[in-house]
């Protein structure tokens, strides 16, 4: 069974750092596009970053310049580091990811970003 497991969120003051992590288990196989989104309360699930099997990368507008994804195509594991984060940036993030024809989601992990 496929699975895709976030880490790495948590309470944070604006201006600060969080690395957020997200490892996908029970495939063999290197996973193509993978990403983050974000939903906030009360608003619609966004694309936060996406990243290509061959690294290609996009953003979107709002956190260009703060967030950088990467990827570990050896461990299946994709990350985001976000930097300069902002309380507008508090949301539950999702790790999303495409193996095999079928897109898997994980669980979701909190950031809270206080003012």
């Known amino acids: 069974q496929v699975q895709l497991v976030e880490s790495g969120g948590g309470l944070v003051q604006a201006g600060g750092s969080l690395r957020l992590s997200c490892a996908a288990s029970g495939t063999p196989f290197t996973f193509n596009a993978m990403g983050w989104h974000r939903q906030a309360p009360g608003k619609q699930r966004e694309l936060v970053a996406r990243?290509?099997?061959?690294?290609?990368?996009t953003y979107a507008d709002s956190v260009k310049g703060r967030f950088t994804i990467s990827r570990d195509n050896a461990r299946n594991t994709v990350y985001l580091q976000m930097n300069s984060l902002k309380p507008e940036d508090t949301a539950v993030y999702y790790c999303n990811g495409n193996v095999q024809f079928i897109s898997y989601w994980g669980q979701g992990t909190q950031v809270t970003v206080s003012s």
């Open positions: 990243i290509s099997s061959g690294d290609t990368t």
